[in-house]
């Protein structure tokens, strides 16, 4: 038996990098609405509802009914991300990590695009001609905390109060929520043992609906000072993005750095509430 033989033992490299873990890319883009913008500002405008009036003689004159008009104006916000791949760290790599990097980088802008929405469910709206009126968010559109995480009642609360600002019941209402809200329902005392499995199947990520709200699960929502996790509830057409820039990729050599490779990444993006009686926030207790 030979006392040298270990120096013959092999080492084994994989031929691929795993990525960390994080939020894959965007949860909420695909539940707002999304315009295409070719300016720093643009403008999207509405109409808000009027009445009929009740004919009470023959031969009156007819009626003209003012529509009231509203716009909100949407700026967008660049993004970019960059990383360098020095030639000689292919060679002892073994690899090429450019394409690992550019789904990395990927994956960040699509995050950035949730928190724009995300700021944009309370944050100020511009509103008026020149979008120069500012727009806080309604308060009186809050389900308050109550000592409490996300509860059955709660849920019931939210969609009864959309529903009351004459929401079409159609469209898809979502609630976005982080794993504690999941298991905050899960130990609702209030569950009904018919609605016990459906919650289970949503925490377990079997379903994504319950009680007529699609749960948008991400981790980016955050606490307040008084540790409420301020959860928002809409319908799509209540909220905004617009893309000014797609993500973009751009791969090259950068000559001024050794010839290393660079992997290049931006956006544009802005992100508006439309309508303040189509987001309401939940706030969710949650223990420190």
């Keep these: 038996m030979s006392y040298e033989i270990p120096v013959n033992f092999i080492n084994q490299f994989r031929s691929n ?12 883009e695909q539940c707002v609405r999304t315009e295409v913008q070719k300016a720093e500002f643009d403008f999207y405008d509405k109409i808000g509802a009027t ?6 003689e023959r031969h009156g004159d007819t009626p003209l009914i003012s529509t009231p008009h509203d716009r909100r104006r949407v700026g967008l916000v660049d993004y970019d991300w960059a990383d360098l791949i020095d030639k000689k760290d292919k060679i ?9 990097y550019s789904t990395n980088a990927r994956y960040a802008m699509g995050r950035a695009r949730d928190e724009e929405i995300i700021n944009a469910f309370t944050g100020v709206a511009y509103t008026g001609k020149n979008g120069e009126v500012a727009v806080p968010f309604d308060t009186n559109n809050t389900i308050p905390a109550a000592t409490s995480g996300l509860t059955i009642s709660k849920l019931i609360d ?24 999941l298991n905050d329902l899960l130990n609702d005392q209030k569950i009904q043992s018919a609605d016990y499995n459906t919650v289970k199947a949503l925490v377990a990520g079997a379903v994504d609906s319950f009680m ?11 606490t307040d ?14 909220m905004l993005l617009a893309v000014g820039e ?3 990729v751009d791969i090259g050599i950068r000559n001024d750095k050794r ?21 309401f926030i939940v706030e969710c207790q949650e223990k420190a």
């Design 17 to 28: 990098l795993e990525i960390g873990l994080q939020q894959k890319g965007s949860k909420l």
């Design 51 to 56: 009445s009929a009036r009740k004919v009470t």
């Design 92 to 100: 002892r790599l073994l690899i090429d990590p450019t394409s690992s």
């Design 158 to 181: 939210v969609k009864t109060a959309l529903l009351g600002k004459n929401v079409d019941p159609e469209e898809e209402f979502y609630i976005g929520v982080t794993h504690k809200q």
């Design 212 to 222: 007529g709200f699609k749960f948008i699960h991400t981790e980016l929502f955050k």
């Design 225 to 238: 000072s008084s540790n409420n996790r301020r959860i928002p509830a809409w319908v799509k057409s209540g």
């Design 246 to 248: 797609d993500t973009t």
């Design 259 to 279: 010839n290393a490779t660079q992997v290049y990444v931006s956006q544009s993006v802005g992100a508006t509430r439309m309508d303040e009686d189509k987001v």
